[in-house]
């Protein structure tokens, strides 16, 4: 049951279809702390998760109502984010997106990468929103 949740949310996360999901490789998502209140802040939550990236994969360009940081436990990725140009982000190292900015996470190296990620969402709004 547990894979099956995980398998959804990656779908979810990534926007694509299960009919999609076979040409590339899949993110795969595991909410460690699901949406959480923020003292002082009623309208927003926070949410902690972790994003494993096999080699070539991508989240694809996405936006989310709130901010995100996250940081590299393993692997290199290439993160962008509208107006800027690709970084490169190895392991140990930091990265973060504000909220609404159109941005895209893909795994460059030859084994898996692994981030750990948090947010601090608008209440009520979806995670993320594919861009086309």
């Known amino acids: 049951m547990r894979g099956l949740l995980v398998s959804i949310v990656a779908v979810v996360f990534l926007g694509t279809s299960p009919l999609h999901a076979q040409q590339a490789p899949q993110v ?11 003292s002082g802040h009623s309208d927003e939550v926070f949410v902690m998760l972790t994003t494993e990236y096999p080699p070539g994969a991508t989240t694809g360009r996405h936006v989310h109502p709130g ?18 140009e690709w970084r490169t982000v190895h392991s140990g190292e ?3 997106v504000p ?3 159109i941005h895209e ?4 190296g030859t084994g898996t990468a692994k981030a750990v990620n ?3 969402l608008e ?3 979806p995670r993320i929103t594919p861009i086309q």
């Open 118 to 120: 948090t947010f601090v």
């Open 99 to 101: 909220a609404n900015i």
């Open 123 to 125: 209440k009520g709004k």
């Open 28 to 38: 795969t998502v595991t909410i460690l702390v699901p949406e959480a209140p923020v």
């Open 94 to 96: 930091s990265f973060s």
């Open 67 to 84: 901010d995100e940081y996250s940081t590299l436990v393993e692997g290199t990725v290439m993160t962008w984010r509208e107006g800027g």
């Open 105 to 108: 996470t893909k795994n460059v």
